[in-house]
C-alpha cells in the first residue's frame, strides 16, 4: 500500500534552515506529483508547495516564495522540502501528500518549530 514517511522536522532558531524528507513506497513514484502542506496549532492544513513528476515544475504558497524550495529524488523514491530563513509563523506539523487512484495519501507528519 502507499507509505509516505516523513523526518527531519526539529527546533530551529528564527533565520534558521531545516530539510524535510519524505520517503515514498506502495506506487510508482516518478509518475505523480508530490506536495507539502502544514498545519500549525488550531489551524487547517494549507498547501505549502508542489513538484511535478520530473522535478523540471514547482509551485509555492505566497508565505513561503523564496525561502522554501522543493525538490525531488525518483531515484530514491523521495522528496524534500527545504526550509531557509525560517520564522516563528512556520511552525507547523509538515505534512508529504500525493493522489493515486483519486485517493488522497498523507504521511504521519514531522513537527517543526522556530523559536529561540
Known amino acids: 500500500q502507499v507509505q509516505l514517511v516523513e523526518s527531519g522536522g526539529g527546533l530551529v532558531q528564527p533565520g534558521g534552515s531545516l530539510r524535510l524528507s519524505c520517503e515514498a513506497s506502495g506506487f510508482t513514484f516518478r509518475s505523480y506529483s508530490m506536495n507539502w502542506y502544514r498545519q500549525a496549532p488550531g489551524k487547517e492544513r494549507l498547501w505549502v508547495a508542489s513538484?511535478?513528476?520530473?522535478?523540471?515544475?514547482?509551485r509555492y504558497a505566497d508565505p513561503v516564495k523564496g525561502r522554501f524550495t522543493i525538490s525531488r529524488d525518483n531515484s530514491k523514491n523521495t522528496v524534500f522540502l527545504q526550509m531557509d530563513s525560517l520564522k516563528p509563523e512556520d511552525t507547523a506539523v509538515y505534512y508529504c501528500?500525493?493522489?493515486?487512484?483519486?485517493?488522497?495519501?498523507w504521511g504521519q507528519g514531522t513537527q517543526v518549530t522556530v523559536s529561540s
Open positions: 513538484i511535478t513528476t520530473t522535478g523540471l515544475s514547482t
Open positions: 501528500f500525493t493522489e493515486v487512484g483519486r485517493l488522497h495519501h
